[in-house]
């Protein structure tokens, strides 16, 4: 049996990777690359995390998957967004954001022998899967390394998530992850 190709997998949560590993793990080699410096505060960072290493310790479909942890730096992600804090949900602010967790992950992947980068950030219908993989592309080009093109919310990716986290019992987190957001949509939600 040919052997897989080795794919490191970004990764923002549990919820979103469940579908994403469930159809990837069947053709690649899969390895989970949980880089989330945009998560706010640390507590939650910390939950999502554990949620993480749950999923890949209790799904099936997570049997050979492996996983890449790196530290916590929020500071990290304030240097990188400093001056956008009041952008919209969607706007520059995020696409700093993808473009500092993919970029972190193109770099792991080229020093550690990847074949391809990806990740689960296609499966939320909050993503603008274009922009995405537009970065993706570009740091492809930049670190010699394949992006694997992807829009995992189509063909019903994003309620197969769904589905999955009520399966294992996942936390649900209901934003992002970055504080800008959570304040965004509180604020809204008092008005």
Not at 26 to 50: A, G, M
Not at 93 to 101: A, G, K, L, P, T
Not at 150 to 177: E, I, M, N, P, T
């Amino acid at each position: 049996m040919p052997m897989k190709p080795k794919l490191l997998l970004h990764s923002c949560c549990a919820v979103c990777s469940s579908h994403v590993i469930s159809v990837l793990a069947e053709d690649y080699e899969v390895t989970v690359f949980y880089y989330n410096p945009n998560i706010w505060p640390e507590e939650e960072y910390l939950h999502r995390k554990q949620e993480q290493i749950r999923l890949l310790k209790e799904a099936d479909f997570c049997r050979n998957v492996s996983y890449v942890d790196l530290d916590y730096d929020h500071n990290e992600y304030l240097k990188a967004i400093s001056g956008l804090e009041n952008e919209k949900e969607g706007g520059k602010r995020c696409e700093i954001c993808f473009r500092q967790r993919l970029e972190k992950t193109a770099l792991y992947a080229k020093e550690h022998g990847f074949s391809f980068f990806c990740t689960t950030l296609t499966v939320s219908p909050h993503k603008n899967s274009s922009v995405i993989n537009s970065i993706g592309e570009e740091l492809s080009q930049s670190y010699g390394i394949s992006w694997l093109h992807s829009d995992f919310k189509k063909k019903d990716g994003y309620l197969h998530s769904v589905r999955l986290a009520k399966q294992y019992d996942l936390y649900r987190q209901d934003f992002c992850g970055c504080e800008f957001a959570w304040r965004g949509k509180n604020s809204t939600a008092q008005n």
